[in-house]
């Protein structure tokens, strides 16, 4: 599993990539099944979205790949880019999870 990651009006630090290539690296596990060599690319990126919010900033985390044809897909806007990148960790292990279990279903049909 390979990563490409943008940020848009924010400073990638180090620790905020490595943050990233944890959470986000962690779902290559349930990948193991679907990819023979590195083929799977995740895309993320992470943004503020705007400056004007009385109340802080709002954070922006998104990360897309595809398992064959079927392109996976999760987005989540938060008060912190941790809780947003988690967000989106969650949401992609559930769609993986439920991509997984049609596999089977289908299989098991034959």
Known sequence: MKLNIKATNLDL???IREYIEI????L????KRFETENEIEVFVEIA???RHHRSGNI??????FSI???PLRAEHFDWDVRVAIDEVKDRLQQEIKKYKEIKIEKYREK
């Open 13 to 15: 630090t180090p620790a």
């Open 23 to 26: 959470k986000i690296g962690s």
């Open 28 to 31: 290559s596990h349930f990948l």
């Open 48 to 50: 503020r979205t705007t």
């Open 59 to 64: 954070f922006y985390a998104e990360a897309s």
């Open 68 to 70: 064959g044809k079927k």
